[in-house]
């Protein structure tokens, strides 16, 4: 399951992350209350009240508690920006190799071909 931070003014590059790598993940769009009401999407309201850069780290961290929350039978959580491409079947490789049952935290991920 992948977070994705979500922000108003950056709403127009979803479409493409959508279409693409989002298809083939569960994706949950992690915002702020005004985003959650204003938003072409269906948005997690995380509890921020903000919809700026500022507010990105409290979409994540917060994102990632409420998804854990709504979603507590997923194998993994991840929180990513908006303007990131994910090669799911890629992170879903690597992720194979560690067991979902223990706890893990993976700070970054950065694999270069």
């Known amino acids: 399951m992948l977070g994705v931070w979500h922000s108003l003014a950056t709403e127009k590059r979803l479409k493409g992350a959508l279409d693409t790598w989002g298809k083939d993940a569960k994706v949950v769009l992690l915002g702020s209350e005004v985003g959650k009401k204003q938003s072409a999407y269906d948005v997690l309201n995380t509890g921020v009240k903000e919809d700026n850069y ?13 998804m854990a929350e709504i979603y507590p039978d ?9 303007d990131n491409y994910v090669l799911v079947n890629t992170l879903f490789r690597h992720l ?12 970054m991920l950065i694999i270069v071909y």
């Open 96 to 107: 194979s190799a560690f067991d979902p049952q223990e706890d893990w935290l993976a700070v």
């Open 54 to 66: 500022f507010s990105t780290l409290g979409k994540g961290l917060l994102g990632l508690k409420k």
């Open 74 to 82: 997923a194998k993994w959580y991840g929180v990513i920006g908006d």
